[in-house]
């Protein structure tokens, strides 16, 4: 896939689908429900508190859109950089996602994410690096090891003179003399 938008979006649709099964795994294993990436979402589109499948196919598509906006921004950040370190800066992503919904949480006093535990904030560094780091490895296959993407420089190529020297005016003279 040579479409830079193209390619991040599907890539961060995939990020976002991994870490919601790891988000529903540890929502799952450790009871926290209130402080998971789906109920961020649904919280962030709707702010009061709702229940059921309606309200969770809306964070879910929230969600993934979110996912997918992310992942353009690292296609679009990877084009513009060198394939080099690409899991590093996956894992940036990953840390700038977790920044700004703390930020945004923090800023908009969303309720439910005023006071948060040290389990759910630990479970979202993780899965917020796990999206990153899943975002840019799909990239990555989707884009046959960022082919089309990233912008190469150009290569010189060599120019061949092709004229033929005028011989000089005294050159000339001597070959009619002799």
Request: hydrophobic share 45%; aromatic share 16%.
């Amino acid at each position: 896939m040579k479409d830079k938008i193209a390619a991040g979006a599907f890539a961060g649709i995939i990020g976002a689908l991994v870490v919601t099964i790891y988000d529903l795994l540890f929502i799952t294993l450790f009871l926290h429900q209130k402080q998971g990436f789906i109920y961020f979402n649904k919280r962030l589109i709707m702010y009061d508190e709702f229940y059921g499948p309606i309200a969770y196919i809306v964070g879910l598509v929230c969600h993934t859109s979110l996912g997918a906006m992310y992942g353009i921004i690292l296609s679009y950040l990877i084009s513009k950089s060198s394939e080099s370190y690409y899991l590093f800066k996956g894992w940036g992503i990953g840390m700038g996602v977790w920044i700004y919904n703390i930020a945004f949480t923090t800023f908009f006093r969303m309720p439910g994410f005023v006071h948060i535990k040290p389990l759910p904030a630990l479970t979202h560094i993780i899965g917020t690096s796990i999206f990153g780091i899943t975002t840019v490895y799909a990239l990555k296959l989707l884009t046959h090891n960022f082919e089309g993407i990233t912008e190469k420089p150009p290569v010189k190529k060599e120019v061949v003179n092709l004229e033929v020297e005028k011989p000089s005016l005294w050159q000339r003279i001597f070959k009619k003399v002799r």
